[in-house]
């Protein structure tokens, strides 16, 4: 990668260029802006200030202006006929091919000087792309530092853009690009319509973003903050890091390390490169880590507890909230213990293991999150995994999920653990369109269908995740699309009664209709008794009329009192364009109940609250298929409605 800063340097006019010796002279005029180029990037910056702003204005003002222009186009130039060279110096230069896109007219082109793309736009698109890239991928501050890790700089994203502008503008002057690009520009034809004209701009921007992502490459620190005092260096401690030496030594092993073991000259750590005092830094900060954590080329996890990998497990890095996410987004993460020795990649098998033993996270599930596919993974399993970590501010429980769950909230400290994970889950269920997977967790007494707390979700069912990724819970689109109100979660449901018995045996299990099924409940009282009991779905019994009979015959006392019936409210169906309702074979339904409810009345006159413990997962099972006519659910001795909860 290269590093050099395109910034204003003094050099020979391109206009000065004969026809005599142009390889010879183009060559010498490369070797001699190379050093200078060199030679600013190494230079030590001046110490971040207030002034750092205008400073900043200031170099994007010469990277942008008139100068900044010309010298980019004499690089590219200078870059192009350096390539071309090493194809042979003694090859003739002919006029290409069309289809190589080479135009060699030297209209306004100094002569002897190869133009083989149109200079002015493909410099245009580059420097916008490369722009775009640095200010919406990339993180907001970098440390720069040269090959061998010294020479440190914490630098903004115009200074960013300098230093990895001639890495790119190498990249397009390469043949292959060359002809790419060619091959794009030759869509501008005069029959082409509007739709193609978008394809070919298209084409070109697709070509540069590949261009850039494999030009651009920085390392990024993943580790624990020190405990103690001083500490860790801050944004604001960056002029006066020398006075910390501990710290300081954390940045500057870190920066050798990325050079010297990952060829990179660029990195970015939480701790100084995050400007925490200002919000709007700090909200853009949090809200892009995750994507930051994904771009980088490598991820440098820094154990700082472990001296050996079979200790690792031990390490604190494990139980700490945000870097669940560091562990889970990078494509490569390779772990170094507190002397910094190489320990091993999450390619090998060792250190997965050490991982898996630690987090309790599978190698399926690593693999799909290093694959950049962690949205198969459910998202109550992903709620899982942060369940018991531990934040210093109790809003960063919600807030390190947002990148996991792939939702975005604002930052708002002090608002509360509760709250915020409240907004977390109520923007799931806005943005998201498979959300029954979020009600996979365990309820306690007074529970809404949104969770108050993450640790809700230390328990939940994998009976309906898929081996291959996802859920099964998401094969079946809900009738009516569930919503967020004043009122609760409107949810549509079908409504299941069951009665609850000890017996054993159940020859005497009539269903009602063609549908049928058995379960089992632990059912918890108030107090927290626990009882095992089985229910028997849509049972004949309970449609006959005579519930006191009922009581009589099957007497089940319920740990809080209740009596033999309890109604589960099946959640996982759909319904096709026909009217049919689909219904699954593998049924999740929440436990819930009324007043009323005990006497036989099936439908919810009112109040309706969900049972404590975990929602009822069974086999449904049917004489004549899953699939029936909405006005014939009734039939069955089943109820079609929607809820609040």
Same mark, same amino acid.
């Given at each position: 990668?290269? +590093? ?85 110096? &003694? ?32 410099? +245009? ?65 005069? &029959? ?14 697709? /070509? ?42 954390? *940045? ?71 870097? $669940? ?40 599930? /690593? ?61 799931? /269920? ?18 809404? $269908? ?34 967020? +109100? ?61 519930? +006191? ?18 109604? /589960? ?11 049919? *309702? ?64």
């Amino acid at each position: 990668m290269s +590093t050099r800063s395109t910034r204003k340097s003094t050099a020979p006019e391109s206009n000065s260029h004969s026809d005599m010796g142009v390889t010879d002279l183009l060559s010498a005029l490369v070797a001699f802006m190379q050093p200078v180029i060199q030679k600013y990037v190494a230079s030590p910056g001046p110490a971040l200030s207030k002034d750092s702003d205008k400073n900043d204005r200031i170099e994007a003002e010469l990277i942008n202006g008139l100068e900044g222009t010309a010298l980019l186009s004499a690089l590219t130039e200078f870059v192009t006929a350096t390539v071309n060279s090493t194809l042979g110096e &003694d090859k003739k230069r002919e006029e290409p091919a069309p289809a190589e896109g080479v135009d060699n007219k030297i209209s306004k082109v100094p002569p002897g000087i190869p133009k083989t793309v149109p200079r002015s736009e493909l410099e +245009t698109m580059t420097l916008s792309a490369v722009r775009a890239h640095v200010f919406n991928k990339m993180p907001i501050r970098l440390l720069a530092f040269d090959k061998s890790g010294s020479d440190i700089q914490l630098i903004g994203r115009n200074k960013i853009t300098a230093r990895i502008l001639p890495g790119v503008l190498a990249k397009t002057a390469e043949p292959k690009f060359q002809s790419a690009w060619a091959a794009a520009e030759a869509l501008n034809d005069v &029959d082409v319509v509007i739709t193609s004209m978008r394809y070919r701009h298209n084409k070109m921007n697709e /070509l540069l973003r590949k261009v850039i992502e494999k030009s651009v490459n920085y390392a990024i620190l993943s580790h624990t903050w020190m405990r103690d005092i001083p500490g860790d260096i801050t944004f604001q401690d960056w002029a006066t890091r020398e006075h910390n030496p501990r710290g300081n030594t954390k *940045i500057v092993k870190f920066c050798e390390v990325a050079a010297w073991n990952h060829n990179v000259t660029l990195g970015w750590i939480d701790t100084v490169c995050i400007n925490k005092d200002s919000s709007s830094e700090l909200d853009e900060s949090i809200r892009s880590m995750y994507s930051w954590y994904r771009g980088a080329s490598a991820c440098i996890t820094y154990l700082s507890e472990t001296t050996n990998i079979s200790d690792a497990h031990h390490d604190s890095w494990f139980t700490r909230g945000w870097t $669940l996410q560091e562990l889970l987004a990078p494509s490569l993460s390779i772990f170094y213990n507190g002397n910094w020795k190489r320990m091993g990649s999450s390619n090998d098998v060792e250190i997965q293991t050490a991982i898996q033993k630690a987090t309790g996270i599978t190698s399926k599930e /690593l693999d799909l999150s290093w694959t950049g596919a962690i949205e198969k993974i459910p998202f109550s399993r992903r709620m899982q995994l942060a369940c018991g970590r531990q934040v210093t501010r109790e809003e960063d429980t919600s807030y390190s999920l947002m990148g996991i769950l792939d939702v975005d909230i604002s930052i708002a400290y002090g608002e509360g653990s509760s709250r915020a994970f409240l907004r977390l889950v109520r923007e799931l /269920l806005k943005t998201k369109k498979n959300v029954i997977d979020l009600f996979n967790r365990t309820y306690d007494y007074g529970d809404r $269908l949104l969770p108050s707390s993450l640790e809700s979700y230390n328990y939940r069912s994998a009976w309906h995740d898929d081996p291959n990724g996802g859920t099964r819970l998401d094969n079946l689109q809900p009738l009516d699309p569930i919503i967020l +109100t004043n009122l609760g979660v409107r949810i549509p449901i079908l409504l299941t009664p069951g009665l609850a018995t000890d017996a054993v045996d159940d020859r005497k299990y009539v269903p009602k209709g063609d549908l049928y099924g058995k379960t089992s409940f632990t059912y918890i009282s108030r107090a927290g008794t626990k009882r095992v009991i089985n229910i028997l779905l849509l049972d004949s019994k309970l449609y006959a009329g005579d519930i +006191t009979n009922l009581r009589a015959t099957r007497p089940v006392a319920l740990p809080d009192g209740a009596l033999a019936i309890c109604m /589960l409210a099946i959640v996982n169906f759909g319904v096709d364009t026909s009217g049919h *309702i689909l219904l699954p074979e593998q049924c999740f339904a929440l436990d819930i109940s009324w007043d009323g409810l005990q006497s036989g009345i099936f439908s919810p006159p009112g109040s309706v609250e969900i049972r404590a413990g975990a929602p009822a997962n069974f086999l449904l099972k049917s004489k004549k298929g899953f699939k029936i006519h909405k006005d014939e659910v009734e039939k069955h001795g089943m109820q079609l409605v929607s809820l609040y909860l």
